[in-house]
């Protein structure tokens, strides 16, 4: 009898030991969605609205996500987050990827690993109708203001101008709306919504100052099967005009 139990005890330790290897992903099953890290305010490649592609957000972005989780056989789902948490939480394994119009740098390939690209944007300024801003310069003696996180922050910084940062893009351009400040500098897309979203401002580029920037997907450092998965999703969309499609919508929505 004592050797009986003595082999039932060992025969349930070794089914809890292969419980718990599976639970902690050692021959677990592949998980059914893939989750995409964002922050929705940063339209027309993300954003807020009710009945969007993905639950309550859709955008250029959104639309490239739902695409690529539909051609791996899983669910995208949305976290929505502050942009500079972003990498965190895809380091920390809180979402499988990050999405967010986000510009590839050489600074973010030293902790994460990025697709191919799948949009090539540029800085530019927002500002009122009747300002006397006309290149990047002129910006020198004028409050400026950027979104925390963003491009437009570091090109600012490295200009050596003063600024004043904040969290959504909505905010910067209501403090420009309402003459708290001179000039919002901006991803060119997102500067192109907001200008046909407000009436009394425009759209100021300066080639010689803002470099074309690309924008990519971010994955975990390593994770060569899923790079090589949404590499392959981008391509396609990109080679039947899906994304250029995309982008004409969405900039074109009201």
Same mark, same amino acid.
């Given at each position: 009898m004592k050797k009986l139990k003595k082999v039932l005890v060992a025969a349930v330790a070794a089914v809890v030991m292969m419980t718990s290897l599976t639970a902690c992903g050692g021959g677990a099953a592949e998980s059914s969605s893939i989750v995409f890290g964002t922050n929705a305010?940063?339209?027309?490649?993300?954003f807020v609205t009710s009945g969007g592609t993905i639950g309550d957000y859709d955008g250029i972005d959104i639309a490239i996500a739902k695409q690529i989780g539909d051609e791996m056989g899983k669910e995208a789902q949305i976290n929505n987050m502050?942009?500079?948490s972003l990498l965190?939480? $895809?380091? +920390? &394994?809180?979402?499988d990827a990050v999405i967010a119009g986000m510009t590839v740098t050489d600074e973010r390939?030293?902790?994460?690993?990025f697709s191919i690209p799948y949009y090539t944007a540029t800085q530019v300024m927002i500002v009122k109708d009747d300002s006397d801003i006309t290149k990047a310069s002129d910006m020198e003696d004028?409050?400026?203001?950027?979104?925390?996180?963003?491009?437009?922050?570091?090109?600012?910084?490295?200009?050596?101008?003063?600024?004043?940062?904040?969290?959504k893009g909505t905010e910067a351009v209501l403090? $420009?709306? +309402? &003459?708290?400040?001179?000039?919002?500098?901006?991803?060119?897309?997102?500067?192109?919504?907001?200008v046909k979203d407000n009436?009394?401002?425009?759209?100021?580029?300066?080639?010689?100052a803002f470099e074309a920037e690309e924008y990519a997907i971010a994955v975990k450092k390593g994770n060569t099967e899923l790079l090589n998965q949404i590499n392959s999703s981008i391509q396609k969309m990109l080679d039947d005009g899906t994304i250029s499609t995309l982008s004409?919508?969405?900039?074109?929505e009201e």
């Open positions: 305010e940063f339209p027309p490649f993300e502050e942009f500079d965190i939480a $895809l380091q +920390n &394994g809180q979402v390939k030293e902790s994460v690993d004028k409050k400026i203001v950027v979104i925390q996180g963003y491009t437009g922050e570091t090109v600012v910084k490295e200009m050596g101008y003063s600024y004043e940062s904040f969290k403090e $420009l709306v +309402n &003459g708290k400040c001179d000039v919002v500098v901006i991803d060119s897309a997102t500067a192109s919504k907001y009436e009394g401002i425009k759209i100021v580029e300066d080639a010689s004409v919508k969405y900039l074109d």
